[in-house]
């Protein structure tokens, strides 16, 4: 059964960049599917940031385009996520997903825990 | 891109329906049939429920029901439960080749 674990820090300071990976333990990320990163500030709803396909195709929300990188290492069997230029609106709970089915990423049916990042000085 | 519109609140008694709408536009909802719901307790990652509009994962109650019409998803809740009270979210895929998320509603069982 396949799980999902985030990792990284949960305090980052204004302006500079979250790093955040996820350790996929009972499958090969190499395999196939996409794995995704959906967030959610305190309170508020759910904010897809982006997702990979094993092969390593990025597709990325379009508001946060220009801040986000995803990456694949399947060395580790990990992916992770990287957001530069933070402010506190990115505050929230980074989810880490793999998709329902190998052939798409239109939703999410395994998740990691999620993980609390604050960004504050 | 601005996230689906659902309703803050829902309610309903034990054994009722409920009924949570997701509003889009000819963008995303209109324009596919890769809308999905998700259901989130509190301090929980979220549960896949729907896909595809109306197909349920193994092991999804068969109370949990799927529909569209034109920019309007909706999910039903038949035989309201305890354990259903949480928040549910829709997803739908985008023009963008993104994805985009809901609003969120609360279900509360009375």
């Known amino acids: 059964q396949v799980q999902l674990q985030e990792s990284g820090p949960g305090l980052v300071k204004p302006s500079e960049t979250l790093s955040l990976t996820c350790t996929v333990s009972?499958?090969?990320?190499?395999?196939?599917?996409?794995w995704g990163w959906i967030r959610q500030p305190p309170g508020k709803g759910l904010e897809w940031i982006g997702s990979i396909y094993h092969s390593g195709s990025t597709y990325y929300n379009p508001p946060l385009k220009s801040r986000v990188t995803i990456s694949v290492d399947t060395s580790k069997n990990q992916f992770s996520l990287k957001l530069k230029s933070v402010n506190a609106a990115d505050t929230a709970v980074y989810f880490c997903?793999?998709?329902?089915?190998?052939?798409?990423?239109?939703?999410?049916?395994?998740w990691g825990q999620g993980t609390l990042v604050t960004v504050s000085s | 891109q601005s996230a689906l519109t659902q309703p803050a609140s829902v309610s309903g008694s034990p054994g009722q329906s409920i009924t949570i709408s997701c509003t889009g536009t000819s963008s995303d909802i209109g324009g596919y049939n890769y809308i999905s719901w998700y259901q989130q307790h509190p301090g929980k990652a979220p549960k896949l429920m729907i896909y595809?509009?109306?197909d349920r994962p193994s092991g999804v109650s068969n109370r949990f029901s799927g529909s569209k019409s034109g920019n309007t998803a909706s999910l039903t809740i038949s035989g309201l439960q305890a354990e259903d009270e949480a928040d549910y979210y829709c997803?739908?895929?985008?023009?963008?080749?993104?994805?985009?998320f809901g609003t969120g509603t609360k279900v509360t069982v009375l």
């Open positions: 009972g499958y090969s990320i190499s395999s196939g599917y996409y």
């Open positions: 997903a793999r998709s329902s089915r190998a052939a798409d990423g239109n939703c999410f049916q395994q």
């Open positions: 997803s739908s895929y985008t023009s963008s080749n993104s994805l985009v």
């Open positions: 595809d509009v109306s």
